[in-house]
């Protein structure tokens, strides 16, 4: 969006027509409100931006189908100027006119009409040109179907919208909707606006000129000869739509010639992704120092932002309404269209006036906003991005801004300086992408700021190219036999949101679904791809190709090969590493649930299919994937373990059929306690491997905490076999360390010992469960050996319980199991978690991988 500048937040509302409560739809569901079809329709004139039309910001949503929409705004309108009392010379009649006609020529590029048009609604900045308002209010309320009140205003409707009379659905005499209005019906308007400019009585009713149409040529001749412009006046005056030119004609004409040359044409900015040049256009004045002078640092951020922080400090859309008596409460007897009394007799209202539309446009008032952000220094808004800034000394409000991140992330999003800051630099960043793309990645880990959650998730996923052409090329109309369950799916998909669950929300859902089918012909749809979608939809409503672009590179890195047709054997690798992992941090509740029969097929399927998205709502769902999009494949893992740890003790406390019920209706828990613990697990995992594929390739990241940020290094681990099956697998309860993670785990080498501790004691304790023959043959410095043979009889009974002993004094640490057979780790492993030891694990390979590395020792010989 563009900067702010000399305009003004405004906000005006109307009610969408209500429907009755008693009826649904072809599918069994109730009909979706009006007012969510309105809120599904509005989002797309958010992106329309151009210099002759006035930025559509928010529409929110209220009680009784009640719309508030937030728009830029000025309080100058060519009513202002018509009061004034005189007529418009010549020069000014063809300014207004030439700026009036390249908006509506715009509109008619995006297939939409003005239909509102009035002196009123055309506004004017502080330099004298023309801004359209409430261009967006025909297209949202679908051509006035979803209102009770019509689109327009008499005085300037064109004749044939007259004649068509007024319309409503629900109304009986009418057996189907008029067509909508076209381009001309704008014409028209203009027409009448520019017969007003030229009139030097100003009272000169319009119903007076229908009635004496056949003087009306002459008075238009006569006003039209004095401006100079006979022509065209009357051409856009024409009772019949069919001669009437359309903006684009009218464009063309020559008594606009002198005029357009004085404009530059305007050329919509290019996107973040895309095959053309980024590049900004870039004026310094002759004096440096004129730069700063009178500049208002928040007027030159963009209006989304600006509302964005408004509502952040403190901004209330429904309390500046009421002050200003646009929205008025009433008792609730008095709202009752009828009541009946006793004896039979009622008592009925008029119709409420309220629920018709009152055009008045509310200024938001910025002063709260800028008293806030009036300690925030100027160099603020203009950040280094590299490591110079470092060395710039700082303010009281940089202070205050970084004791701010060591605050819960649930405050920083609603603290309004430090969303400015966290908005403005993650822009500059973007705007920089991807040549910055480590410092997006740098930034992210501290936070994301909600406003630009899309194009950073865009971002750290590596989305890079003509997005756009690539998303036309794929058909999204041709019926495939995916299509049935794609509209049995979206229906129940996120549906308590109000943007998802509208019409539009349902036509982007299907299309950005059935691409990904379409261009993905080697995997099939699963149910769960839909909730998959949500995340990335409701981030880039009005750029489906980001959406896709987004779900296709996600789904590779977090759900390898589970969309494939025949997809259980890599479900069943994914829940045997997750059930291992569970052994690994809480034996207790392991064998517990494994002891009930409650095992991970019974309920974290949906999880990993889904990334969580069918078990928390989208807001928590943002924050997770903030932090999981940061990390690598096994970070689901964790937060699936986060997820039971913190329903620890309810599962111990109860059985199979109470678990049942427990994860039907799964409780959303604290979000920035998962990511604190996830943080936690996750330290323990790297270099996971499933059916050889790699899934972390980085020894070291950044994680950010649920209230500060902390550096973890991945240093471990698992490493299932890499034809791992549910069935030969089971009685391997342990996950598997590599050679590789182990020494580096340990930092082994021919003359150092196993890493410590600050207070000594080393992290990893590896147990050599071979005979003490062959563990004096060579083995890990440090090793304690308890031969297998000692513990276990021949055919594999418990001779003698291994953790009693030695070992008791090593829980807590990770104990790493070490054998050349890997049936007696794995044995060995199992009596460790069964008896509740956390955190073991076995040596994958065994000693065989450790003797080429030159690390074992053997001890010398006693003399």
Not at 651 to 670: H, K, R, T, V, Y
Not at 745 to 769: F, M, N, Q
Not at 832 to 846: A, E, Q, S, T
Request: charged share 20%; hydrophobic share 40%; with cysteine.
């Amino acid at each position: 969006m563009r900067p702010l500048r000399d305009a003004q937040l405004g906000a005006f509302t109307f009610f969408a027509s209500a429907l009755p409560h008693d009826v649904c739809g072809s599918n069994g569901l109730p009909l979706t409100p009006n007012s969510i079809k309105i809120l599904g329709r509005f989002q797309i004139l958010k992106t329309i931006t151009h210099p002759r039309l006035c930025q559509y910001v928010d529409i929110s949503r209220g009680k009784h189908e009640r719309l508030i929409v937030v728009a830029e705004h000025f309080e100058s309108s060519l009513r202002d100027f018509q009061k004034q009392g005189k007529t418009a010379s010549p020069e000014k009649v063809l300014q207004i006119a030439f700026e009036v006609l390249e908006g509506l020529e715009f509109m008619n590029k995006h297939g939409m009409v003005h239909r509102a048009l009035s002196a009123h609604n055309v506004l004017m900045d502080c330099k004298g040109n023309v801004k359209l308002a409430k261009f967006g209010l025909y297209h949202m309320t679908d051509h006035g179907a979803d209102v009770d009140f019509p689109i327009g205003y008499p005085s300037y409707l064109a004749p044939e919208v007259i004649a068509q009379g007024s319309f409503h659905p629900s109304d009986p005499s009418h057996d189907e909707a008029p067509l909508p209005s076209g381009p001309k019906t704008d014409v028209w308007s203009l027409g009448v606006l520019l017969f007003e400019l030229c009139a030097v009585r100003l009272n000169l009713a319009y119903t007076v000129i229908l009635s004496f149409s056949g003087c009306m040529d002459d008075i238009v001749t006569v006003l039209a000869e004095e401006h100079g412009c006979l022509d065209t006046i009357k051409t856009m005056k024409s009772l019949y739509a069919s001669s009437r030119p359309t903006p684009a004609e009218l464009l063309r004409d020559p008594v606009f010639s002198e005029v357009s040359c004085l404009y530059t044409p305007f050329q919509k900015p290019v996107s973040l992704f895309s095959s053309s040049l980024r590049c900004a256009h870039l004026e310094l004045p002759e004096d440096i120092s004129d730069l700063c002078k009178g500049l208002h640092y928040l007027s030159e951020r963009a209006i989304d932002e600006v509302y964005h922080l408004w509502c952040l400090a403190g901004g209330d859309l429904e309390k500046e309404l009421t002050i200003k008596e646009i929205i008025q409460s009433k008792p609730p007897i008095c709202t009752l269209p009828n009541f009946v009394l006793e004896d039979g007799e009622s008592f009925g209202q008029g119709r409420d006036r309220s629920f018709l539309l009152d055009d008045t446009t509310v200024t938001l008032s910025l002063c709260q906003l800028r008293n806030r952000l009036k300690d925030v220094a100027g160099e603020a808004y203009y950040p280094l991005l590299e490591d110079e800034q470092s060395s710039l000394p700082q303010s009281n409000s940089s202070n205050e801004l970084s004791a701010t991140v060591t605050l819960p992330l649930i405050i920083r999003e609603r603290d309004t300086e430090y969303q400015l800051i966290r908005i403005i630099l993650f822009d500059r960043l973007l705007k920089a992408y991807p040549y910055k793309k480590n410092l997006v990645w740098k930034e992210a880990r501290v936070d994301i700021p909600p406003l630009v959650r899309g194009l950073a998730w865009a971002a750290l996923l590596g989305i890079e190219g003509d997005i756009q052409a690539k998303y036309e090329t794929i058909d999204k109309d041709t019926p495939i036999p995916t299509d049935r369950q794609i509209e049995v799916d979206i229906p129940r998909c996120h549906q308590y949101d109000e943007l998802l669950s509208s019409p539009q929300g349902h036509i982007k859902f299907r299309r950005v679904l059935k691409a990904w089918v379409v261009s993905h012909p080697d995997l099939v749809y699963w149910q769960g791809l839909d909730s998959l979608c949500a995340p990335f939809l409701y981030l880039n409503f009005n750029n489906e190709a980001l959406a896709y672009a987004c779900m296709s590179a996600f789904i590779p890195k977090y759900l390898y090969n589970f969309f494939l047709k025949d997809n259980s054997h890599v479900i069943q690798e994914y829940l045997t590493v997750f059930s291992q992992m569970i052994s690994f941090h809480d034996p207790e509740l392991s064998n517990h649930l494994n002891e009930i029969g409650f095992i991970p097929d019974l309920y974290a399927i949906p999880w990993f299919l889904t990334m969580f998205t069918h078990v928390f709502p989208l807001h928590k769902i943002f924050h997770l994937w903030d932090t999981l999009l940061l990390g690598n494949s096994s970070f689901p893992f964790c937060i699936g373990v986060a997820i039971l740890q913190q329903l620890r003790d309810r599962l111990l406390a109860n059985g199979f059929n109470e678990c049942i019920l427990l994860f039907s209706d799964l409780p959303g828990g604290n979000m920035s306690w998962y990511l604190h613990l996830c943080i936690f697990t996750v330290s323990f995992y790297s270099k996971v491997l499933r059916q050889g594929q790699m899934l972390l390739d980085n020894k070291q990241r950044y994680y950010r905490h649920g209230y500060k940020q902390m550096k973890i290094t991945l240093k471990y681990f698992f490493l299932p076999s890499l034809n791992l099956t549910r069935r030969s697998s089971i009685s391997e309860v342990s996950p598997r360390i590599s050679a590789e993670d182990l020494i580096d785990l340990c930092e082994l080498s021919l003359t150092g010992p196993t890493k410590r501790t600050k207070a000594g004691k080393p992290k990893i304790v590896a147990v050599d469960i071979r005979s003490q023959e062959d563990f004096s043959r060579g083995h890990i410095s440090g090793s304690i050996n308890i031969p297998f043979s000692a513990a276990f009889s021949p055919d594999g009974e418990l001779v003698q319980c291994p953790a009693t002993g030695i070992l008791q004094n090593y829980r807590g640490r990770v104990i790493v199991v070490i054998s050349h057979a890997m049936k007696s780790a794995a044995m060995f492993a199992a009596h460790m978690v069964k008896v509740n030891f956390p955190r073991v694990c076995i040596l994958d390979g065994g000693i065989n991988k450790l003797k080429p590395t030159g690390i074992l020792t053997v001890p010398s010989p006693q003399i």
